[in-house]
Every structure is written in C-alpha cells, then in structure tokens.
C-alpha cells in the first residue's frame, strides 16, 4: 500500500498492512495504490482470477470493487467504528482475458451512517470494464 490518509484510524492501518487487505486479496494479487475515503485505487491481474473459458470471472471484479468499497468506507467512518455491506451491484460491460484490471472507487454519498461509493474497473488502455456500486453501514464497535 503506497499512499494512505495521514490521520487514518492506526488500528485500521495496522489491519490494512497486517493483511496486505485479507486472505482472499492477497491470493487474487490485489495491490492498493492509493486509499481514502474520497478515492481510492487498486490493481488486480487477471492471469489466476478467470473463469472456465479463460475470462475475467465477473466475481472477481465485484471483489477488488467491494475491496476498495469496503475499505473506503471504514475510512471514512473512523476510529471506533466500522463498515459493514449492505447493497453491492454490478454491470460487468468489457471482457478482458489478460493484463492487470485497475480499480477507482468514488464516494457518491459519504453520511454519518451510511457510505455509497461507485468503483469502475478499467483494462491497461483505460476502457471500462465493469461498474459497481456498494453502499455500507457505518456502525459503532
């Protein structure tokens, strides 16, 4: 992870580190650039996440989105609280069979208890590939 908020909650940035993000974005190879609660960024190859005819799953984009969604939000709800998923949907529009998949997450809405952000997928040429919109409960521990 290379670029995170100075004031972010250190026992979040401890469990981001400590995990490289969790067991399963570390085995899909997801790799964070950039995390905020505004914007964040992540990369995930496709060689090792496809399905049985060689194309991106379309599970797996929905899990670098709900990665840098989930994230995202527990950013923005900070120290003493956390995030928890309650909506995700996605339209995959583009297949891609090789390369590396590179994840935006916007915030659309950024509430005391409630964090929509939209997360766009995009091949190396910069072409959308899915679309996915997740929406997380911000609650207190």
Request: hydrophobic content about 40%; proline content about 4%; glycine content about 12%.
């Amino acid at each position: 992870m290379t670029l995170l908020p100075p004031d972010l909650d250190p026992e979040l940035v401890e469990r981001l580190v400590g995990t490289g993000g969790g067991a399963l974005c570390r085995r899909m190879g997801i790799e964070f650039l950039e995390l905020s609660a505004e914007r964040s960024v992540a990369t995930m190859p496709v060689e090792g996440n496809t399905q049985v005819i060689g194309l991106l799953h379309g599970g797996a984009h929905v899990v670098l989105a709900e990665s840098l969604g989930s994230i995202s939000s527990a950013i923005h709800a900070g120290p003493g609280r956390y995030a928890v998923g309650i909506e995700i949907n996605a339209t995959h529009s583009r297949s891609i069979t090789e390369g590396l998949v590179t994840g935006t997450c916007t915030a659309l809405v950024l509430g005391r208890t409630l964090a929509t952000h939209e997360i766009v997928m995009t091949d190396e040429a910069g072409r959308r590939l899915s679309t996915v919109r997740m929406t997380n409960m911000l609650r207190d521990r």
